[in-house]
């Protein structure tokens, strides 16, 4: 009987032994679960917190700017004056589908010329005579035969001069777009002469005919702010342009859009224009277009030509050629002598706008 109860007061202890090492493993067990789970928890968060610090820091990745739209140096109520216009498709071009700021011009304050007659101009591009008869149809006025360099001279088809007295017709705007002397000249040079003598010579002759008034004011360029405050600046140049590569200008996307502006200011009427389009590439840029308008040489003393009267470059722009549906350059020599334009072929094209300076008496 004692050895009995002794063996199962051993069983008990040892059964609660057990139980309590048991117990003890699973509160240990339940510990370090726990202990493990606040770690991962907590290397989580800083992760969390490391990646949202590193967002945070990151420099952000630029907008995607829109493209600022093109230029349109017209308006409406301009009397413009279109030069060496070719097969008259430029002509067409602003009446056929012209930007909506040019919807409303009316044909009669458009007078396009070519320097060949009539029929030479049929000859030379064959789709000029269909594009005259749509002028026609819409009265614009076509001229044929107009010297780009005497256009002030008596007895010019222009018909600048109306009886006695002096000129009676002026032009808000002159547009020669891709003048050339067309003479063929192959020595680089003499090439580079000919041609700088035709645009001093057109400027001479422009100053005539270009309306007077107060000096033309562009509008501002508007300067928008990027995230990060990144000043961007409008398409135009101002007037210390010269035939340099132009800025690539964007706007922010995020900006609201705002109305492009079409042209110089109208109200009161202000000083005319000359509108002046190249290839801002070589052979074009040895010309230095904007150098000889400001700056004129003067003539030979041999010769009896009036001296260039010095312009003021007002801006310059890119010229896009697509904005103008239907529009294609042609070149002086003609479609049948493959003139189809494509000198200078990968250039950008652009406008120099240029009014005159007032000399000593007029101020």
Same mark, same amino acid.
């Given at each position: 009987m004692?050895?009995?109860?002794?063996?199962?007061?051993?069983?008990?202890?040892?059964?609660?032994?057990?139980?309590?090492?048991?117990?003890?493993?699973?509160?240990?067990?339940a510990?370090?679960?726990?202990a493990?789970?606040?770690?991962?928890?907590?290397?989580?968060g800083?992760?969390r917190?490391?990646?949202?610090?590193?967002?945070?820091?990151?420099?952000?990745?630029p907008?995607?700017?829109?493209?600022?739209?093109?230029?349109?140096?017209?308006?409406?109520?301009?009397?413009?004056?279109?030069i060496?216009?070719?097969?008259?498709?430029?002509?067409?071009a602003?009446?056929?589908?012209?930007?909506?700021?040019?919807?409303?011009l009316?044909?009669?304050?458009?007078?396009?010329?070519?320097?060949?007659?009539?029929?030479e101009?049929?000859?030379?591009y064959?789709?000029?005579y269909?594009?005259v008869?749509?002028?026609r149809?819409?009265?614009?006025?076509v001229?044929?035969?107009v010297?780009?360099?005497?256009?002030?001279?008596?007895?010019?088809?222009?018909?600048?001069?109306?009886?006695?007295g002096?000129?009676?017709?002026?032009?808000?705007?002159?547009?020669?777009?891709?003048?050339?002397?067309?003479k063929?000249?192959?020595?680089?040079?003499?090439?580079?002469?000919?041609?700088?003598?035709?645009?001093?010579?057109?400027?001479?002759?422009?100053?005539?005919?270009?309306?007077?008034?107060?000096?033309p004011?562009?509008m501002?360029?508007?300067?928008?702010?990027?995230?990060?405050?990144?000043?961007?600046?409008?398409?135009?140049d101002?007037?210390?342009?010269?035939?340099?590569?132009?800025?690539l200008?964007?706007?922010?996307?995020?900006?609201p +859009?705002? &109305?492009?502006? #079409?042209?110089l200011? @109208?109200? %009161?009427?202000?000083?005319?224009?000359?509108?002046?389009?190249? =290839?801002?590439?070589?052979?074009?840029?040895?010309?230095?277009?904007?150098?000889?308008?400001?700056?004129?040489?003067? +003539?030979? &003393?041999?010769? #009896?030509i009036?001296? @260039?009267? %010095?312009?003021?470059?007002?801006?310059?722009?890119?010229?896009? =050629?697509?904005?103008?549906?239907?529009?294609?350059?042609?070149?002086?020599?003609?479609?049948?002598k493959?003139?189809?334009?494509?000198?200078?072929?990968?250039?950008?094209?652009?406008?120099?706008?240029?009014?005159?300076?007032?000399?000593p008496?007029?101020?």
């Amino acid at each position: 009987m004692g050895k009995s109860s002794k063996k199962s007061s051993l069983k008990t202890t040892l059964l609660a032994q057990q139980s309590r090492l048991k117990g003890n493993q699973k509160a240990q067990q339940a510990a370090e679960q726990a202990a493990q789970h606040q770690k991962h928890k907590k290397n989580a968060g800083g992760a969390r917190d490391k990646a949202t610090l590193a967002s945070s820091t990151a420099p952000k990745k630029p907008t995607q700017a829109k493209p600022r739209a093109p230029t349109v140096p017209l308006t409406p109520a301009d009397r413009i004056l279109l030069i060496g216009e070719g097969n008259f498709s430029f002509a067409c071009a602003l009446f056929r589908s012209p930007p909506a700021s040019l919807k409303s011009l009316p044909p009669p304050n458009v007078t396009a010329t070519a320097y060949d007659s009539e029929e030479e101009c049929y000859s030379k591009y064959p789709d000029a005579y269909a594009n005259v008869t749509f002028l026609r149809e819409k009265c614009v006025e076509v001229v044929f035969g107009v010297d780009a360099t005497r256009m002030e001279e008596r007895g010019q088809p222009l018909g600048v001069w109306k009886g006695k007295g002096k000129a009676t017709r002026k032009w808000d705007k002159i547009v020669w777009n891709f003048p050339h002397a067309g003479k063929g000249i192959t020595d680089q040079d003499r090439n580079v002469l000919s041609n700088q003598r035709l645009i001093l010579d057109f400027l001479r002759s422009s100053s005539s005919v270009l309306e007077k008034g107060p000096i033309p004011v562009a509008m501002a360029p508007r300067v928008r702010k990027k995230k990060g405050d990144e000043e961007v600046e409008a398409e135009e140049d101002d007037e210390d342009d010269d035939m340099a590569e132009p800025p690539l200008d964007e706007l922010d996307e995020d900006a609201p +859009p705002e &109305p492009i502006m #079409s042209a110089l200011t @109208t109200a %009161p009427k202000t000083r005319g224009t000359v509108l002046i389009t190249l =290839r801002n590439q070589i052979p074009y840029t040895t010309w230095n277009v904007p150098r000889l308008a400001k700056h004129p040489p003067p +003539p030979p &003393p041999s010769t #009896s030509i009036k001296p @260039t009267p %010095p312009y003021v470059l007002l801006r310059s722009f890119a010229f896009h =050629r697509d904005m103008w549906e239907g529009y294609e350059h042609r070149m002086t020599k003609g479609e049948r002598k493959g003139g189809l334009g494509k000198t200078g072929a990968g250039g950008e094209d652009r406008t120099w706008e240029f009014y005159l300076k007032d000399r000593p008496e007029d101020e």
